[in-house]
């Protein structure tokens, strides 16, 4: 049998290949003409049409982000790089040509995006959504936007939900991924100099972390708790009309601890620290403008209140002067950090901590540490045997307990002795100093504390026995003890 199919077919198909020739030739006739003789300005009106036309014809919808903020500014919009950082995170896998770009204040300098032109695939509850990555040349700004494209049907779903869970959970990485800053207030006559700013910046590497915080688990686990209800309590606070802040007291005596409990905070929620300096602080507007120049996600620390600021909030300008003799003093009032803590001005950011720390807690106003201002007052106390477990564990990699451990277990019932000693001792002074020396120069330590303590409290009883057999009154003699 003849086989004719073949040649047939081949014949057609050259057919049809011409047919098209011709058609693309026609066509492109067709737009020379067009581009030489329909003026310029119908161009934009006749692609605006075809686009029209397109996006009536297909099932798919487009969002685009721009990169910049607006036309002047070339600060990036927070949205289109938390979705470039989301899009580095999850869905790079399939994509053959990336971007390789240093990222300032971030863990991972070298950080790689998605490069120009370029389409990512990513799904969400099962479906599938498109971001597509282009700059415009016919916009005279030449600027770079991203495009997502998904099917009409799932219109809710991704403007709704897909677009936020991008959003958060790059916010989420960025956050995780960025070094952590500490500023501290620059003096306002610096303001204004070319290039100056109100707080100056450094990188914040302090190594305290809850885990090396050296205090009873229970306390420990309660602030872990209050901040952890914190951070995540963005539509609590909004429910309630609140600001989101939250206000610690630190207090207790020197060396408990209290700055190191700031470092552990900012690391746990990964805050920038804004330590304030009152006294450089001329007046109340100064303090007002250093709290707005101040970000979301942050801990403003006033350390040592009670130094900082006169807190009876009685005395007035002049007075202030005459005592101080220069009048150079600082202004801040008691009701202009109240108003700070409050938030009247800080309504515009949200997501703060404030910390007060202070050696005296009784000498701070009560208007300034109620409830709903500092909302968690932490005692900061001596070293409890938990507490020294810790520092053991820091210092020494000790989980276990050790022969000494009961004697140091009684001594730190009886003495008053602060985490900061404890830690002195239990740091080796010399390579061959190990831990049993260590606890050794600890119960030295101790017990000298301890002999010296009875031997005050001894002279003091002695000197009340005078007194009373001096005749002076009971009151007089409680006085006197009370010197001591
Ligand atoms: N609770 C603690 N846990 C771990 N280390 C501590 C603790 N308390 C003190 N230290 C150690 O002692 C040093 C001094 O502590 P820190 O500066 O935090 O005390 P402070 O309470 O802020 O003192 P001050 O009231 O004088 O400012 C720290 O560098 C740290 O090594
Ligand atoms: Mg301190």
């Avoid at 310029?40 to 099932?59: D, E, N, T, W």
């Avoid at 897909?162 to 207030?185: D, F, P, S």
């Avoid at 001792?425 to 010296?452: G, H, R, W, Y």
């Amino acid at each position: 049998m003849k086989n004719i199919g073949l040649p047939q077919l081949s014949q057609n198909r050259i057919a049809r290949k011409k047919e098209l020739w011709s058609i693309l030739a026609s066509l492109m006739f067709l737009y020379g003409i067009y581009e030489k003789f329909v003026p310029y300005h119908f161009h934009k009106l006749v692609r605006k049409y075809i686009q029209k036309f397109i996006g009536f014809m297909s099932p798919y919808m487009h969002i685009t982000f721009p990169e910049s903020v607006s036309r002047q500014c070339l600060q990036r919009s927070d949205a289109y790089s938390c979705i470039l950082t989301y899009l580095s995170a999850n869905s790079l896998e399939n994509s053959k040509r990336l971007k390789a770009e240093v990222v300032a204040n971030s863990q991972t300098p070298l950080v790689l995006t998605m490069e120009d032109a370029e389409e990512i695939e990513d799904k969400f509850q099962g479906v599938k959504v498109w971001w597509f990555s282009h700059n415009t040349p016919n916009d005279s700004n030449d600027k770079i936007y991203l495009t997502l494209t998904f099917h009409k049907n799932y219109r809710e779903l991704i403007t709704t939900s897909y677009i936020k869970h991008v959003l958060e959970e790059g916010k989420a990485i960025k956050l995780k991924n960025r070094k952590l800053k500490l500023y501290t207030n620059n003096p306002s006559n610096d303001w204004w100099k070319p290039r100056s700013s109100k707080w100056s910046q450094t990188t914040f590497e302090h190594p305290a972390t809850f885990e090396t915080l050296a205090m009873d688990q229970e306390k420990k686990e309660e602030i872990i708790d209050d901040l952890i209800k914190f951070k995540s309590g963005k539509d609590y606070y909004a429910k309630v009309g609140k600001a989101w802040k939250r206000g610690y007291l630190l207090y207790g005596p020197p060396g408990t601890g209290k700055s190191t409990m700031i470092s552990a905070i900012a690391n746990f929620m990964n805050y920038n620290v804004y330590d304030l300096e009152l006294t450089t602080i001329k007046d109340n507007n100064e303090l007002k403008r250093l709290l707005i120049a101040t970000s979301s996600q942050s801990i403003i620390v006033i350390e040592d209140i009670d130094c900082s600021i006169d807190l009876t909030g009685q005395r007035t300008k002049d007075e202030k002067e005459d005592k101080d003799g220069n009048g150079k003093e600082s202004n801040v009032t008691l009701s202009g950090l109240l108003n700070f803590i409050d938030g009247i001005w800080s309504a515009c950011g949200s997501e703060r901590i404030i910390i007060f720390t202070t050696n005296f807690v009784d000498k701070l106003d009560p208007a300034l540490i109620r409830r709903g201002r500092m909302d968690k007052h932490i005692e900061m106390s001596y070293c409890s045997y938990q507490a020294f477990k810790v520092l053991a564990k820091n210092y020494w990699d000790n989980d276990s307990d050790h022969v000494l451990f009961p004697i140091i277990q009684k001594l730190l019932g009886e003495v008053n002795m602060t985490p900061s000693d404890v830690a002195e001792s239990l740091m080796p002074k010399s390579n061959t100093e190990d831990f049993e020396a260590c606890l050794k120069n600890l119960i030295q330590s101790l017990e000298s504390v301890k002999k010296k303590e009875e031997e005050e409290a001894k002279k003091k009883e002695v000197q009340l026995k005078a007194m009373k057999a001096n005749g002076k009154s009971a009151e007089e003699v409680k006085d006197n003890g009370a010197i001591y």
